[in-house]
């Protein structure tokens, strides 16, 4: 129904920035439809997956407490696509990211369970 693709992850000194994106296809509508969230997440190696950041339908922003100020999540309703910006990268930020599309409460905005769809991850390497 709805296919996520991630894309600009690579590899980044500590301190530098990257920008991810999700370009979303098929029935793309549902991603601004009420009640749905986009999201990033992500895995370091040894970890579970963990919540970064997400976007509302209406465009509120919630993000993990270990991002906030240095990440920021957006999206392009004419792109279909939703960006994390990264800044002031970490080496612990390394990690593969993935996209999220799903209808979490705020409450459960962090539980992985609550997400529909998934894209297929973007390796994100910091270096010290």
């Known amino acids: 129904q709805v296919q996520l693709v991630e894309s600009g992850g690579g590899l980044v000194q500590a301190g530098g920035s990257l920008r991810l994106s999700c370009a979303a296809s098929?029935?793309?509508?549902?991603?601004?439809?009420?009640?749905?969230?986009m999201g990033w997440f992500r895995q370091a190696p040894g970890k579970e997956r963990e919540f970064v950041a997400a976007?509302?339908?209406?465009?509120?922003?919630y993000y993990t407490d270990s991002v906030k100020g240095r990440f920021t999540i957006s999206r392009d309703n004419a792109k279909n696509t939703v960006y994390l910006q990264m800044n002031s990268l970490k080496p612990e930020d390394t990690a593969v990211y993935y996209c999220?599309?799903?209808?979490?409460?705020?409450?459960?905005?962090?539980?992985?369970?609550?997400?529909?769809?998934w894209g297929q991850g973007t390796q994100v390497t910091v270096s010290s």
């Open positions: 976007i509302s339908w209406s465009a509120s922003t």
């Open positions: 098929g029935r793309t509508f549902i991603t601004y439809t009420m009640g749905w969230f």
């Open positions: 999220a599309l799903g209808r979490p409460t705020i409450a459960t905005m962090s539980l992985r369970r609550m997400y529909d769809y």
